[in-house]
């Protein structure tokens, strides 16, 4: 049976213990939001079209095409074939991995480095579920790569979030059925995603106030505590 036709049964099957863990990586490991902010700005400025901090809150956890569709929403030129969107997508991803380039491992705090060190040691998988085609770059600029046992990215998916499609991949890419595994988000399209997936939700930051979480962080160290549980 393929991996994917094997959901539903996933589900049905009886609760089954918490074995992976499958973290998304933009506000919840690191923060690029201002990277983002910046890249998409020149961008937009390029194109006249406006562009504020409210306009790129929307674009959270959704993938680079698709938040060139929500820039655009605004433009008011001549009309873009797919082939000239994708060449914006390329230059915005340009300018954005040359502001990456700043990053160190001290963009991870102490306490996200010891809570996955204890969570490895404590017999859990994990893994990155991130829309980002950067992931791996940004997980090597910070070394965090290692902490991990697989990573799904945008470079293996076709759907962005909230499609499960993400994290579907990181769990089987860890050997596990959906149901074992928990996501830990920062996006409400992040938790809509987990639970579209048929996995358990964390919400960290502005997902902890999501009614669709099964879990509420106010520190990245509780996940300790739920994992215990």
Known sequence: MRYAERIISDLEAEEVKIKGLI????????????FHYQAWKTMADELGVYFDETINHRLRGVSRM????????RYEGPDLSLREKEKLAEKKNEIYRTLLESMTPDDVTKEVRDTLTKLREKGYKLAIGSSSKNAKFILEKVELKDAFDAISDGNNITKSKPDPEVFLKAAEYLGLPPKACM????????????????????????AAKSINADESLKTFSELLDIVDK
Do not use: P
């Open 183 to 206: 996501v830990v988000e920062d996006a409400e399209a992040g938790i809509k995603a987990a639970k579209k997936g048929g996995m358990y939700a964390a919400g960290i930051g502005e």
């Open 66 to 73: 698709d938040s060139l569709e929500i820039i655009l929403e």
């Open 23 to 34: 973290f998304d990586l933009d506000g919840v490991l690191v923060f690029t939001d201002k």
